[in-house]
């Protein structure tokens, strides 16, 4: 595969997952409006009679929405910035996309976040009185995000070995951040234009 055609790839596989975020985004903004639709559209569709469970969950946590919402919708305002989280990661996997190689660490940095949900549902899930079944489809976002971040990782690589270039910043720059006595980024010695770190 020539170079051009695998860095499409890329960049069609990174459109994908930053349209994925921005959507779990956006969607985290009208919680109550959306528990009410569910909760109508599972009742059209008859599903309380085949999953029970399902449907008073549901329906739990619709009625708990709707009196925080009345009650006290400041909690609300915590999910307000779940959602955007979830866009300014997406806003960091530009990064990959106008330099795959060397921001390779994006997408490294987005599987340890996917790895990440596991324990976080198993711990915090029993706490919270979450049902285990609904654990598992939360684990589920874990398993199925770290897929196209996999695939990513792997053209990246190829990438990196069509072209030569390096992943991620110069050494000679990253070693200057942890000298002793270093309390800043490298700071440039040489005349405008060189590349001489001090």
């Given amino acids: 595969m020539s170079e051009r055609a695998l860095l499409r790839r890329i960049r069609v596989w990174l459109i994908v997952f930053i349209v994925c975020l921005v959507l779990s985004g956006l969607t985290a903004f009208p919680l109550v409006h959306e528990l009410h639709w569910l909760e109508d559209l599972l009742n059209s569709l008859g599903t309380g009679g085949r999953f029970p469970a399902l449907m008073e969950w549901i329906e739990r946590v619709r009625a708990g929405l709707d009196a925080t919402d009345a009650k006290y919708p400041f909690v609300l305002y915590g999910t307000d910035w779940l959602a955007f989280a979830h866009l ?22 987005g599987m340890i976040a996917c790895a990440g949900i596991i324990p976080l549902a198993l711990i915090c899930g029993p706490i919270r009185g979450i049902p285990v079944w609904w654990s598992v489809v939360d684990i589920s976002f874990g398993v199925f995000g770290v897929i196209p971040l996999y695939v990513l990782r792997r053209k990246i690589k190829q990438l990196e070995a069509l072209t030569g270039q390096a992943a991620g910043p110069e050494p000679a720059a990253v070693a200057a951040w942890f000298r002793p006595g270093s309390c800043g980024p490298p700071r440039r010695t040489g005349p405008p234009g060189s590349s001489a770190v001090g």
């Fill in 88 to 109: 300014v990661i997406a806003v960091a996997f530009y990064g990959p996309y106008r330099d795959p190689v060397r921001n390779i660490w994006v997408v490294e940095f």
